[in-house]
């Protein structure tokens, strides 16, 4: 924390203009902001939030807001989630209840006011010593403050149609969860969130802690869960087994009155714990009918004699699994009791992930999102024919194998650093015994959670799976949001010239080929959804999933931001949908969240954990920010803001140790040496969104000390890197030698300071990295005859074209712009020249994509700044013929 006299010292050096409130600059009233449902009008919504940016000075912080769609204001829950540097609302978030059917609002509107109505049936909450009771849609949920319940019931009416809902597991041997802490985070008429945080226990040991939020929306019968674990066991001996959440349902009714429903992507897997239908004798068609649609069967007394006396005969299926081990095949299968042979009932391809059990009496469904997506994966009810069943959403299938994490490969010699040296020339990976752990890494699911009064009909059993498995989401008007000013520099889509229409094609066309490898290639698996692979294997016609940092992309270069930014742009679901999963899996998997590389991500390689290079760049906030603000995901705000203090973690992790020639620390103690980007930049975007969630300026002041101290060098952003001081944020020396990294500005580092420098005045900063724009793609003569020598590699010059186009925006210099187009056609990366799809056709053998992913992203970020910020250059430029020859990634 910065004492008193350092934050005196540093408000000296930052313009008056910067610290204070602009409320005087009143902008004029903001135009209501559009919506949109992403993948178009949904027949069901089960609840979620979306966000809105507004201009600066535009909204008062104290602004409520009307939610309307054709002319009616709408029951609506708003807050704010970010503000301007003059306290103005830059950011609010918008609930609306669950709904279905022609209920589901479209063509929504969103605009400063008074609150709309009251929804029919505001959620109600009542908190005790115990726990909390939420009641919602006439269903009571009663959740524990501690013990091994998450929820310990669920009522309607006054009855039970749920028992506890707990985690279960086994590592080891079994473990069960144990709440330590239950939290409520929202309290409001129509979106609720109750937070339950603990620890899985095996005997006294704890492990594997987890958070849980569950959140209820009014007019909604179900929660939605978002559950999170951190792994934290010893890879070589605590292999996870099985892991799941399990509900208990009272089963009441006669067992013909039972009924299992298991989603399917075919005919919805439809049966009765006691069958009625395809038995010898006829029960009467009255009693079939009624079992096939889940309702109550007419009284016994009317059933066929032939049937009714001898229902003891008809054996009772207590036991039933979807098991989907793969992502391209699932089966169901039934028993009677245990001990007893499964029997096969149905396969399919993929599983939408959905099952129920329960009767006329009330049951319980439960659903998991992206099921077959994050497999292996399971739904099982247990015990429907006895008193309570038992239906649980394996996470982890207790039928595969147990999840290994250990290490891919062995030492294989490489016992010093020089050896670890060659084998990262030969295979792109960085290798250090111990330094590969997956201790510290995590996971998120989402779930959806049901209290049924009575068993659903079929078709809705369909239509609560389909929402469950589409997540529909609602987003704001590209146009308003780039009209908000934030995230930087972007265009909306713009095809008004030849030019412009070609790079836009071509942003479409690498998104959806992206889109469409993700399928080609299975990148799907518990730990691997949601990343793409790094670079393609020609040769094998196979991306190079086992050859070290050519395997799994783990954010490298940023195929997230530029994915992020591409939604942004146009609204469309697909590259939303892309980042989406990407965004759960690299701020989860990918990053440390406790032991020693905590804050931390690995760099890209064949394990998502397994590459020795631990580095900010990769747990980098500026990712997850996007999806934060379109989306107000709590658990992405949490990730977030847990990053604030990453920079100091790199007092220990010293990323440069690899580097040949490298020579131990010799800065000032407490001290330690770091990059401006990527690291610092990657840690500025934590710090920024803090400052923009709570208003507290300290992060403001972190920001600012070390902008003030790069400007204060003598070649400022051009140094690349310095000594850097944890306690006051700045860094040291005079900044006299020039050291030019190519990836100081591709993790970010542009996108983050076109939005600092606009927040924060300080003008010998803004210059530094001007220069640096200016200069980075400068020919060789010039930059000599600047600087002198010596010169040193220079790679990505098509990424950098977006910079010097910066540059030429800043200094109003039309040659300087000239320069950056030529740049950015120029094809150096295999990408600036095409018109069309980015594979090549061999004949009749495999398509292969001439590109690496870091090529594409960088391609696609340069593009979409490059859009926006170059004039009547881009449109006049002259574009290279295509060249035929793959292009090999120079980096």
Request: aromatic share 10%; net charge neutral; glycine share 10%.
């Amino acid at each position: 924390m910065m004492i008193r006299r350092d934050a005196l010292k540093l408000a000296s050096l930052i313009p008056a203009a910067a610290l204070a409130p602009r409320l005087g600059h009143a902008a004029p009233a903001p135009s209501p902001a559009p919506a949109h449902w992403l993948e178009g009008r949904p027949a069901m919504d089960l609840g979620h939030s979306f966000g809105v940016a507004w201009p600066r000075g535009a909204v008062s912080r104290r602004s409520g807001f009307t939610l309307a769609a054709g002319g009616a204001a709408l029951p609506a829950q708003s807050w704010p989630t970010a503000f301007w540097p003059d306290g103005s609302i830059k950011w609010s978030a918008h609930a609306l209840p669950a709904s279905m059917g022609d209920a589901v609002p479209d063509g929504i509107t969103v605009a400063p006011g008074a609150p709309g109505p009251a929804p029919a049936d505001p959620i109600r909450m009542e908190q005790g010593a115990d726990g909390i009771r939420v009641t919602c849609a006439g269903v009571t949920w009663d959740f524990a403050k501690s013990g091994n319940a998450l929820i310990r019931s669920a009522s309607i009416g006054g009855r039970a149609v749920m028992g506890p809902v707990s985690l279960v597991g086994q590592m080891g041997g079994a473990f069960a969860a144990t709440v330590t802490r239950l939290s409520l985070e929202q309290n409001g008429p129509v979106r609720a969130v109750i937070k339950v945080e603990g620890v899985h226990r095996q005997g006294q040991s704890a492990t594997l802690p987890f958070t849980l939020r569950f959140y209820a929306y009014a007019g909604a019968r179900h929660l939605r869960i978002v559950h999170s674990f951190i792994y934290d066991g010893d890879p070589a001996r605590d292999a996870i087994a099985a892991l799941g959440l399990s509900v208990t349902v009272p089963m009441r009714d006669a067992p013909h009155d039972r009924h299992i429903r298991i989603a399917s992507d075919g005919t919805l897997f439809a049966e009765a714990v006691r069958p009625l239908t395809g038995l010898r004798r006829d029960p009467g068609a009255a009693f079939r009918a009624a079992q096939i649609a889940g309702r109550a069967t007419p009284p016994i007394a009317q059933m066929a004699p032939a049937v009714r006396d001898k229902l003891q005969y008809i054996p009772t299926w207590s036991d039933f699994w979807l098991e989907q081990a793969n992502a391209d095949g699932f089966r169901i299968e039934k028993r009677t009791e245990a001990n007893m042979a499964w029997v096969a009932s149905a396969s399919g391809h993929r599983a939408p992930g959905l099952a129920y059990v329960g009767g006329p009496s009330g049951g319980a469904a439960i659903a998991q999102r992206w099921f077959w997506q994050t497999c292996p994966s399971a739904l099982s009810v247990r015990d429907a024919a006895s008193d309570t069943a038992h239906l649980t959403a394996w996470l982890w299938s207790p039928r595969a194998e147990p999840m290994d994490l250990r290490p891919w490969r062995g030492v294989n010699g490489m016992e010093s650093y020089d050896a670890q040296n060659q084998g990262l020339d030969i295979t792109y990976e960085d290798y250090e015994p111990g330094w590969g752990s997956a201790t510290g890494i995590a996971k998120t699911h989402e779930l959806t959670l049901w209290a049924c009064e009575a068993t659903p009909e079929n078709a809705m059993i369909e239509t609560m799976a389909a929402a469950n498995a589409a997540s529909p989401r609602m987003m704001a008007a590209p146009e308003h949001l780039n009209k908000a000013g934030v995230f930087g520099d972007w265009s909306l889509p713009d095809r008004s010239s030849r030019n412009r229409a070609i790079v836009e094609d071509q942003l479409e066309r690498l998104v959806d080929f992206y889109a469409g490898e993700v399928d080609r290639r299975g990148w799907y698996g518990f730990w691997n959804h949601g990343d793409i692979m790094h670079t393609y294997d020609a040769d094998r016609h196979q991306w190079r999933y086992d050859i070290g940092g050519f395997a799994w992309d783990n954010s490298e270069l940023s195929p997230d931001l530029w994915l992020w930014y591409q939604a942004l742009r146009t609204g469309a679901a697909q590259p939303f949908r892309l980042a989406e999963a990407m965004t759960r899996h690299t701020s989860e998997v990918d990053t440390y969240h406790l032991g020693r590389f905590k804050g931390l991500g690995t760099r890209h390689g064949v394990q998502h954990w397994g590459d020795s290079s631990k580095q900010p760049r990769v747990s980098n906030a500026i990712y997850r920010r996007i999806y934060f603000y379109l989306t107000a995901d709590d658990r992405v705000g949490d990730l977030i803001a847990d990053l604030v203090d990453s920079d100091r973690t790199l007092d220990h992790v010293e990323i440069g140790r690899k580097v040949p020639g490298a020579k131990p620390y010799a800065g000032p103690k407490g001290t330690f040496e770091m990059g401006f980007g990527p690291s610092w930049t990657a840690v500025v975007g934590a710090w920024l969104t803090q400052w923009e969630r709570t208003g507290d300026t300290q992060w403001r002041d972190r920001i600012a000390a070390g902008m003030q101290s790069i400007g204060a060098m003598k070649y400022g952003w051009l140094v690349g890197g310095a000594p850097y001081d944890p306690a006051t944020h700045r860094f040291l020396g005079k900044g006299d030698t020039i050291g030019i990294s190519h990836l100081s500005s591709v993790f970010g580092a542009t996108e983050i300071n076109a939005e600092i420098i606009s927040l924060i005045d300080i003008p010998a900063y803004a210059q530094a990295w001007v220069t640096f724009c200016q200069w980075y793609n400068a020919p060789k003569p010039d930059f000599l005859a600047k600087f002198g020598p010596p010169f040193g590699a220079r790679n990505l010059r098509e990424a950098y074209s977006r910079m010097t186009a910066y540059a030429a925006r800043a200094r109003h210099d039309r040659g300087l712009m000239g320069r950056a187009v030529e740049e950015f056609f120029s094809g150096d990366e295999g990408l600036g020249t095409w018109d069309h799809d980015p594979r090549v056709h061999l004949g009749n053998q495999v398509e292969w994509p001439r590109l690496s992913t870091n090529a594409a992203a960088q391609w696609g970020l340069a593009a979409i700044q490059m859009l926006a910020l170059a004039g009547p250059e881009i449109d006049s430029a002259h574009i290279p013929a295509h060249r035929n020859s793959p292009q090999e990634p120079r980096h």
